[in-house]
């Protein structure tokens, strides 16, 4: 399985801006599916940002326009664009990807440590 590695959080103002990164250990252009998730103190992992080989993407409601997701396959790494945060934002973000196995498109369920993003309001 590819690894993944995040990395670019930190502490920011409210109206701040953020870049994660997503580094794979291996080659992501035959990943479908590539996204950004987070985890905020006591609350479940939710979906953040998607992206598909065709360059699709798909946004929670909470981050639509204030976060864009991009994937550079030939640097095998998917970023997260994060303006305008909020302190709801605060969480730790991760990547992770769904890939295909007998014809089936499934999560990736092993997850990263992902990296710590803190807004102050």
């Known amino acids: 399985q590819v690894r993944l590695v995040e990395s670019g959080g930190g502490l920011v103002q409210a109206g701040g801006s953020l870049r994660l990164s997503c580094v794979a250990s291996?080659?992501?252009?035959?990943?479908?599916?590539m996204g950004w998730y987070r985890q905020a103190p006591g609350k479940q992992r939710d979906m953040v940002a998607t992206?598909?080989?065709?360059?699709?993407?798909n946004y929670a409601d909470s981050v639509k326009g204030r976060f864009t997701i991009s994937r550079d396959n030939a640097e095998n790494t998917v970023y997260l664009q994060m303006n305008s945060l909020k302190a709801e934002d605060t969480a730790v973000y991760y990547c992770?990807?769904?890939?295909?196995?007998?014809?089936?498109?499934?999560?990736?369920?092993?997850w990263g440590q992902g990296t710590l993003v803190t807004v102050s309001s």
């Open positions: 291996g080659s992501i252009s035959r990943i479908p599916i």
């Open positions: 992206i598909n080989n065709g360059g699709s993407t």
């Open positions: 992770n990807y769904y890939y295909y196995s007998d014809f089936k498109l499934n999560a990736r369920d092993t």
